[in-house]
Structures are given as structure tokens and as C-alpha cells.
């Protein structure tokens, strides 16, 4: 494995996190350029980067409004480094972050079939009743959001 696992509260530089971003296969779908990567990314409430030695393997963030609701998202451990307890490590980071700062609301936001893991990790599935909906784009008719 890792000869040198470090965890720094960082947002890595952008050529590291989009060669890692990379390896999950969602900008088939999302389609960002690197410039918009690096604002999403500068807007984070708090973020942690794992590295092996200065090699970005791993890395996680939190969008908050730092008192009522955080969203766990963009965890990604590289493929070669998953199933090590990388990813398990920068979770309990964001986690503990948000707990230290009282947030009442902690939501994940997780890609498909990672859900095993999330519970282990002490998360739960919402109820299909339960609040929360996703804008559709396809089903409102238009692609680029909200029209005026």
C-alpha cells in the first residue's frame, strides 16, 4: 500500500484532483471543464486530500453553510488505493469537522452501489418519504436549469 498516507486539510491543486476526478468516470455525464472544477472546488466549506508521498490518492469535501446543513460529496479514492481505508479516513475527517461545528443536518451525497459502505460508516438510507427531491433538467423540458 502506502509507503507515506498523509491527510491534509487541503484542496489539492488542480492538475492532481482532475487526473483523480478522472478516475471516476463523472464527466462522462458532467462534463466540467478544469476551470470549473477548481471554483466548485474553492467554494468548499472544508476538504481533506490524502496523498501517497506528494501523489494525490484520495480526496473529500464538504459544502456547508457551517450551522444547519452539510453535504458530504466528491469522495474519490484511486482505483489502485481503494478497499484500504483511505476513503473510510477522509470520511471520519469531514465528519468530525462537521460535528465540531455543530452542524444539525449532515447529508452524503454518494454514487451508486457505495451505499454498503456509507452505512458501515454510520450513514443511513432516507425514507422513501422523507424530504428532499433533485432538480431534473430532462423532465422539465430544458437542459440548462431553471428558465426565467
Given at each position: 500500500m502506502a509507503e507515506k498516507l498523509s491527510f491534509r486539510e487541503e484542496i489539492p491543486e488542480g492538475e492532481d484532483y482532475w487526473?483523480?476526478?478522472?478516475?471516476?468516470?463523472?464527466?462522462?455525464?458532467?462534463?466540467?471543464?478544469?476551470?470549473?472544477?477548481?471554483?466548485?472546488?474553492?467554494?468548499?466549506?472544508?476538504?481533506?486530500?490524502?496523498?501517497?508521498?506528494?501523489?494525490?490518492?484520495?480526496?473529500?469535501?464538504?459544502?456547508?453553510?457551517?450551522?444547519?446543513?452539510?453535504?458530504?460529496?466528491?469522495?474519490?479514492?484511486?482505483?489502485?488505493?481503494?478497499?484500504?481505508?483511505?476513503?473510510r479516513r477522509i470520511l471520519e475527517r469531514l465528519v468530525k469537522r462537521c460535528m465540531e461545528a455543530r452542524i444539525r443536518d449532515i447529508q452524503l451525497f454518494a454514487t451508486n452501489g457505495k451505499g454498503p459502505f456509507y452505512r458501515k460508516c454510520g450513514f443511513i438510507y432516507r425514507e422513501p418519504d422523507a424530504p428532499g427531491m433533485e432538480y431534473n433538467t430532462e423532465a422539465a423540458g430544458h437542459e440548462d436549469g431553471p428558465q426565467e
Open positions: 487526473v483523480l476526478f478522472a478516475t471516476t468516470g463523472w464527466n462522462r455525464e458532467y462534463r466540467f471543464s478544469r476551470e470549473e472544477l477548481d471554483e466548485a472546488l474553492a467554494n468548499s466549506w472544508y476538504a481533506v486530500s490524502a496523498y501517497d508521498s506528494e501523489k494525490l490518492v484520495g480526496f473529500g469535501r464538504v459544502i456547508a453553510d457551517g450551522i444547519h446543513h452539510a453535504l458530504i460529496a466528491d469522495l474519490i479514492v484511486e482505483p489502485g488505493y481503494q478497499n484500504k481505508g483511505i476513503g
